[in-house]
């Protein structure tokens, strides 16, 4: 009966305290979250989508394009076909011809003047004629009036470049180039991202190896009091070496909370750059393992070579002297004739093709326009020489980049063998420190050894582990820093 209320009792306890499952993460699992989640991998993702955009605008340069413009015109005056002084004598047409008439007949003719004068026949049929006469010329000046005061016009345009000094080209050039730089500074940033998520995710399986290590310390240390404080009191130890010993224990609590706590911030660090909260639990793959290493894994093989062909920061700086290039010849078209082919329909209210008629009408026109630069002070010229300048200095900083990675492939490539040549010492001296430490507890057990001898084989065992530790996570991290210099890191 009591076993069943203690089973009871422990189902209860555990329904209400469940047991939080942790996410099992592994190296490869961290690296394709950080890319998923990386906030500076969107942003070179939308980068690349800019420059795509870029370079599809750019082709459009090629094309015909066609626009559209209208608008609208008031005026205080009129357009005018005929002077003030037409006007008035087509109005008085008539009246200024009789009166020509009458002064040619009375001094050519005077007998004849005579019938012209007063108000006989003669004289009514010319006054007739005068104000029909007047009545044309009116008819011809009201004729000539446009009614411009108001104007309306509109046109469809369309224009094609047909050369425009190579202009074009170096411009579609600097598109494809900018495409492509976007692409390799994606790349960069994406090996960055995998350096850095590599470099956390073992710098926590560092930690947990070392938490387990001071663990396993403090265990030591805790044992090697108890006998200590043993010993005390059947009389075959000093109350000193009982302090000493618990100083020790001190000690190894101490450094047990300080992995700890460190242990802590890094998984905070590691779920901060997989996109995870940074309170989550997360258990890595590695953790648990005993050998970090596997004998079987080679190193990257050094081909500088293929080192300036992978590099995405050599291919960005190879874009920037290529992008200067082109900005030199687009500066250059500056001084070429630039020919274009326009064509079109125009319309206007009034119809300036019939009249100045109120009705909106046009026509279609075509034309080939020529823009031949012949002065300008030198202004492309120096542009020109600035921009060959901007190129000189691009490619002294690609060389100087250049052999900058060269020497960091031989530090990584340098590093890597370091760090084999110290994981074997490691091992070796932790195998020396594992004897050693059996030794010495064997020795205090028959009581040939005293316990500040024991400490020191503890200690030496526990800087033993810690650098073997160490050593794997080096050799870890020179392999990655290796891949990351030969920009094969993936």
């Not at 976007?182 to 956390?200: C, F, G, P, V, W």
Request: net charge neutral.
């Amino acid at each position: 009966m009591n076993k069943l209320i203690a089973i009871c009792l422990g189902l209860l306890a555990v329904g209400i305290h469940p047991v939080e499952a942790q996410r099992v993460l592994s190296l490869d699992s961290c690296r394709a979250m950080a890319l998923r989640n990386n906030k500076q991998m969107s942003v070179q993702r939308v980068k690349q989508e800019v420059a795509k955009n870029i370079r599809k605008s750019a082709r459009t340069k090629y094309l015909p394009h066609v626009s559209a413009a209208g608008g609208y015109l008031y005026t205080s005056k009129e357009i005018s076909l005929l002077s003030d002084d037409t006007k008035d004598k087509l109005s008085n047409l008539g009246t200024n011809s009789v009166n020509q008439l009458q002064t040619n007949m009375a001094t050519a003719m005077p007998v004849l003047s005579a019938l012209f004068g007063g108000t006989g026949p003669v004289t009514s049929m010319m006054t007739d004629a005068a104000g029909a006469l007047n009545g044309i010329g009116q008819g011809i000046v009201d004729a000539f009036h446009t009614d411009t005061r108001h104007m309306f016009g509109g046109a469809v345009l369309v224009t094609q470049p047909i050369f425009m000094g190579g202009a074009i080209v170096a411009l579609n050039k600097m598109a494809d180039i900018g495409e492509d730089l976007a692409a390799n500074s994606a790349d960069a940033r994406r090996q960055e991202t995998l350096y850095q998520i590599d470099k956390a995710y073992w710098q926590v399986v560092s930690l947990r190896h070392k938490q387990k290590l001071a663990e396993g310390f403090l265990d030591l240390v805790k044992k090697l009091d108890g006998d200590v404080q043993k010993m005390i009191r059947e009389g075959v130890a000093t109350r000193s070496e009982g302090l000493s010993v618990s100083v020790k224990v001190n000690e190894a609590e101490m450094a047990v909370m300080k992995v700890n706590d460190g242990l802590t911030l890094s998984k905070m660090l590691l779920c901060q750059l997989c996109g995870l909260p940074v309170d989550e639990q997360v258990t890595l793959a590695d953790e648990e393992k005993e050998e970090l290493v596997v004998e079987s894994e080679a190193s990257p093989a050094v081909q500088p070579d293929l080192m300036l062909s992978n590099r995405p920061e050599l291919k960005m700086l190879q874009n920037v002297v290529d992008i200067s290039h082109q900005t030199t010849n687009l500066l250059k078209a500056g001084n070429l004739p630039q020919v274009l082919l326009v064509g079109g329909y125009s319309a206007t209210n009034p119809n300036v093709y019939n009249g100045f008629q109120r009705r909106l009408s046009g026509a279609w026109n075509i034309a080939v326009l020529m823009r031949v630069p012949i002065w300008n002070w030198g202004d492309v010229a120096y542009k020109v020489r600035a921009a060959k300048g901007a190129t000189a200095i691009a490619t002294l900083e690609l060389e100087e980049a250049r052999e900058k990675m060269e020497l960091q492939l031989s530090q990584s490539n340098f590093r890597v063998s370091e760090a084999a040549k110290k994981l074997e010492l490691a091992k070796a001296s932790q195998q020396k420190a594992e004897e050693n430490l059996r030794t010495a507890n064997l020795g205090f057990q028959e009581g040939v050894i005293s316990s500040t001898t024991v400490m020191e084989a503890q200690t030496a065992w526990l800087q033993a582990q810690s650098q073997f530790i160490d050593a794997e996570i080096d050799v870890q991290l020179s392999r990655v820093n290796l891949q990351k210099s030969l920009g094969t890191l993936r």
